[in-house]
Nanobody
Framework: QVQLVESGGGLVQPGGSLRLSCAAS????????MGWYRQAPGKQRELVAA???????NYADSVKGRFTISRDNAKNTVYLQMNSLKPEDTAVYYC?????????WGQGTQVTVSS
């Protein structure tokens, strides 16, 4: 049973920073594609950032230059560093792992950007 456990969400003021973490267990993490998605109230879930096993990355246009995705294969963990946060970044953020044509999801962590 694959498990993804997220942490690091919370309340932050506009312009602030947060770092999300997602630890994976019971899987060959180093060959998986890892991603972060988010879902705001009334909106569809969208891709925020992804990183391949070869460390290639891609980002949603709305977060380019502000967010950075990275991975530590020794710790089976993927990170999302979020800087210059805006109110429109408010959403539940989900960790995603893709392996062998299968998607695995974390439980989600709330990020709220508000003054």
């Amino acid at each position: 049973q694959v498990q993804l456990v997220e942490s690091g969400g919370g309340l932050v003021q506009p312009g602030g920073s947060l770092r999300l973490s997602c630890a994976a267990s019971n899987i060959i993490f180093r060959i998986a594609v890892m991603g972060w998605y988010r879902q705001a109230p009334g909106k569809q879930r969208e891709l925020v950032a992804a990183i391949t096993s070869g460390d290639s990355t891609n980002y949603a246009d709305s977060v380019k230059g502000r967010f950075t995705i990275s991975r530590d294969n020794a710790k089976n963990t993927v990170y999302l560093q979020m800087n210059s946060l805006k109110p429109e970044d408010t959403a539940v953020y989900y960790c995603n792992l893709k392996l062998a044509w299968t998607d695995y999801w974390g439980q989600g962590t709330q990020v709220t950007v508000s003054s």
